[in-house]
Nanobody
Framework: VQLVESGGGLAQPGGSLRLSCAASGFTFSTYTMSWHRQAPGKERELVASIRPASDTSYYVDSVKGRFTISRDNAKNMVYLQMNSLKPEDTAVYYC???????????WGQGTQVTVSS
């Protein structure tokens, strides 16, 4: 199993970034995928998740209305569109697989997102 994130970087407050995650080594279309983040000095938190058929998504309250998770099962890709970014969104963002036992079992290496003027 391999998860490789890309798309992080520096954005100004109010700006946008799109994170991408390329998945391989498993049957991507049958797993719920998620994005987590960890800010300096804080615990890691679940940001958003999406079920295999894209029929149900979850968002932590702090990003609702600003972030959108999506997936392309044909390309084994999951995305996180982040709009109206705030300084408090600064964190390392991880692409994570959730297994059939509802455990987050495989994590990407993470991509840094910094929101600053």
């Amino acid at each position: 199993v391999q998860l490789v994130e890309s798309g992080g970087g520096l954005a100004q407050p109010g700006g946008s970034l799109r994170l991408s995650c390329a998945a391989s080594g498993f049957t991507f279309s049958t797993y719920t995928m998620s994005w987590h983040r960890q800010a300096p000095g804080k615990e890691r938190e679940l940001v958003a998740s999406i079920r295999p058929a894209s029929d149900t998504s979850y968002y932590v309250d702090s990003v609702k209305g600003r972030f959108t998770i999506s997936r392309d099962n044909a390309k084994n890709m999951v995305y996180l569109q982040m709009n109206s970014l705030k300084p408090e969104d600064t964190a390392v963002y991880y692409c994570v697989r959730r297994n059939y036992q509802l455990q987050y079992d495989y994590w990407g290496q993470g991509t840094q997102v910094t929101v600053s003027s």
